[in-house]
């Protein structure tokens, strides 16, 4: 029965406004707003004739609270690229202790895992850039 179902994740925010600006004119996704909240489409263009994935983003005002988790993860091919973009569009990668970071703020995984850089929204989720 739910093979046929479009399945999508979502998190909440405290502001609706300031993470509209943030996923749309920071992070560049398109972003639909709504009566409800935000939908952002994510992998619009890559592979090419790939539908996009939905993400969407309510707004909980007072009630929110961060994710301790990754909420997003944003599997990219270049990664030191997308990184280095996103520094230059004032983003502040996360440092986590066990976890060592290069001057970039990417976390090489090796065996371990993927090579991985964390960052937070406005309303402290984290966000997550890795390699594809």
Known sequence: MLTDAHAFSGFSVDDLDAAERFYSDVLGLPVERTPQGLWLRVGVHEPPGTPATDVFVYPKGDAHRPATFTVL??????????????????????????????????????????????FTDPAGNVVAVLRR
Request: charged letters at 25%; zero cysteines; hydrophobic letters at 45%.
């Open 73 to 118: 993860n944003l599997a990219v091919h270049d990664l030191e690229g997308v990184v280095a973009w996103l520094r230059s569009r004032g983003v502040t990668f996360e440092r986590y202790p066990g976890l060592e970071a290069d001057a970039s703020g990417i976390v090489r995984g090796g065996d371990a895992g993927p090579d991985i850089a964390w």
